[in-house]
Nanobody, 122 residues
Framework: QVQLQESGPGLVKPSQTLSLTCTVSGGSITTNYYYWSWSRQPPGKGLEWMGAITYSGSTYYSPSLKSRTSISRDTSKNQFTLQLSSVTPEDTAVYYC??????????????WGQGTQVTVSS
């Protein structure tokens, strides 16, 4: 059973960089042929896909967030990380990490983290 757990600060100030980590247990982030994604859900809105990193380390980003988003991984810790720069209150959301089968965009998700609330406020 694969488990994902998001962690990071719950409150970030405007213009700062939001950094979240997803720790994976029960399976390796280098296992063929999965990708590991970040999504978010602002209050009262739908789920928005932000980006992903594949089992081989390739990264993909939503065009609307690409200029502010970076996803990386630490295979020794079986973690992958989201960084979102220059945040505004509009980035307030519940952030989720998840695993899905390739190709990126398939939306064949099989495991999700529980989500973590991030509020952007001064």
């Amino acid at each position: 059973q694969v488990q994902l757990q998001e962690s990071g600060p719950g409150l970030v100030k405007p213009s700062q960089t939001l950094s979240l980590t997803c720790t994976v247990s029960g399976g390796s982030i280098t296992t063929n042929y999965y990708y590991w994604s970040w999504s978010r859900q602002p209050p009262g809105k739908g789920l928005e896909w932000m980006g992903a990193i594949t089992y081989s380390g390739s990264t993909y980003y939503s065009p609307s967030l690409k200029s502010r988003t970076s996803i990386s991984r630490d295979t020794s810790k079986n973690q992958f990380t989201l960084q979102l720069s220059s945040v505004t209150p509009e980035d307030t959301a519940v952030y989720y990490c998840a695993r899905a089968s390739l190709p990126v965009g398939s939306e064949k998700y099989d495991y999700w983290g529980q989500g973590t609330q991030v509020t952007v406020s001064s």
